[in-house]
């Protein structure tokens, strides 16, 4: 099998799901704009071979590299970038060369348009915020009338929180239109609660072949109030929102991804959308969740989601089944709440990092500093660490964040 791996230096836990589809005898050829000598060297011995572009935003350039490896290995039997930004030009490529497994051109206006997206939610009947694309200022003020302040405001196309904003009032929603952006914008009726992920890996029926779940609080509201960075992972999704979750992979249509999908779960009743502790879906992601979650869903579940997508490739299966059960007859795997706890820079904390690591030594699985580019939503000083019980985590991030 031949897979083509748009951007394999990029996220850094690319270089796990390739390390696992080469183990399972996956051909994977590189196409990237990191020179061959700057890539890791896991991620050097996982590859077939690498070809490097001066730049990925080149479709040329691109298109090149594709052919290059047609001529050389034969038929291309996938090609992914795992990666949200990539996806119109992932999507571009399997429409150019007749791949058969992922999403082409004339599909993917559902997967990178909110707009197109609260659609799809509201003919599949799963409950979602009401929005309005953003047009002129009495428009906007009519849908302010209807829904209420605050409302969010964000890129029609545009990934995670980048280009979004919160309008508290009339003088914010001013603002906002004195500067108004030259990109299709969307305003969204604002619904409180914390963000609830729907992760899994799907299989050629759109059918969960693994599920995660992880909640944060609202993102937004980290980076602008610049509160510290808390959230975390567990094995059981709550039956609600694996139904949604489930229901959503099927109008979409994703088989065979690695799927991250963002509901609210709303903390008060909203009329046409539900009451206190259901969800309703905010966004789909066909791709894995980023940062360090995936490495959190195998801590909080004791298992390796890189070798299950791998499985998933190849149709040999999962590790294990959707329900978290053992294979052939061996002990279901333990169970666990991964917390990531991050520290913001120059931050003022009570406790030092050495206390932290007298105290939850045992417990933590990961410590790092995090790049530049990510302290804002990330915060700088990650600590990661698992525990059997939620109010053992919740000291945790009372110790750490405190």
């Known amino acids: 099998m031949n897979y083509v791996f748009i951007s394999p230096a990029y996220p850094v836990t690319c270089t796990l799901f390739i390390d696992r589809l080469q183990m399972h005898g996956v051909n994977v050829l590189g196409i990237g704009d990191v020179p061959y000598d700057m890539l890791n060297d896991q991620l050097k011995g996982a590859l077939m071979e690498y070809y490097y572009v001066d730049s990925l935003e080149d479709y040329d350039q691109v298109y090149r590299a594709v052919a290059f490896f047609i001529h050389k290995y034969g038929r291309i039997d996938w090609l992914e970038s795992l990666n949200e930004y990539w996806l119109p030009v992932d999507a571009r490529l399997r429409t150019d060369f007749n791949i058969a497994v992922g999403t082409r051109e004339d599909g993917i206006g559902n997967l990178v348009r909110k707009s197109c997206m609260k659609q799809v939610f509201l003919d599949a009947k799963i409950p979602t915020a009401r929005q309005h694309i953003v047009s002129d200022l009495a428009a906007a003020k009519a849908f302010v009338n209807e829904v209420g302040y605050p409302v969010i405001v964000k890129p029609d196309i545009g990934v995670g929180a980048n280009g979004t904003m919160k309008i508290n009032n009339e003088e914010d929603l001013l603002s906002f239109y004195n500067e108004l952006p030259e990109t299709p914008y969307v305003m969204e009726e604002f619904l409180c609660g914390d963000i609830c992920t729907y992760d899994a890996i799907l299989d050629a029926d759109c059918e969960p072949i693994f599920e995660s779940t992880c ?6 509201d980290a980076v602008l109030n610049n509160d510290e960075i808390k959230f975390y992972t567990v094995a059981e999704v709550p039956e609600q929102l694996r139904k949604f979750g489930r229901k959503a992979a099927k109008a979409f249509g994703a088989d065979r991804r690695f ?28 791709r894995p969740a980023g940062g360090h979650d995936p490495d959190m869903m195998n801590y909080a579940q004791s298992i390796d989601v890189f070798d299950i997508y791998a499985r998933m490739v190849t149709g040999e299966g999962a590790a294990a089944d959707a329900a978290g059960e053992g294979v052939s007859g061996e002990a279901a795997p333990e169970h666990y709440f991964c917390a990531y706890a991050a520290r913001r820079d120059g931050g003022s904390y009570t406790h030092t990092p ?44 009372a110790f750490v964040l405190g």
């Open 215 to 220: 909640t944060y609080p609202p993102v937004i």
């Open 259 to 286: 799927v991250h999908f963002e509901f609210i779960n709303i903390t008060k009743d909203y009329e046409g959308i539900g009451k206190a502790g259901d969800f309703a879906i905010m966004e789909v992601n066909m």
């Open 354 to 397: 050495e206390e932290i690591a007298e105290r939850y030594g045992n417990d933590i699985v990961m410590q790092e500093e995090m790049p530049p580019i990510d302290w804002p939503s990330m915060g700088r000083y990650v600590y990661m660490a698992k525990f059997k019980e939620k109010e053992e985590m919740e000291q945790y991030f």
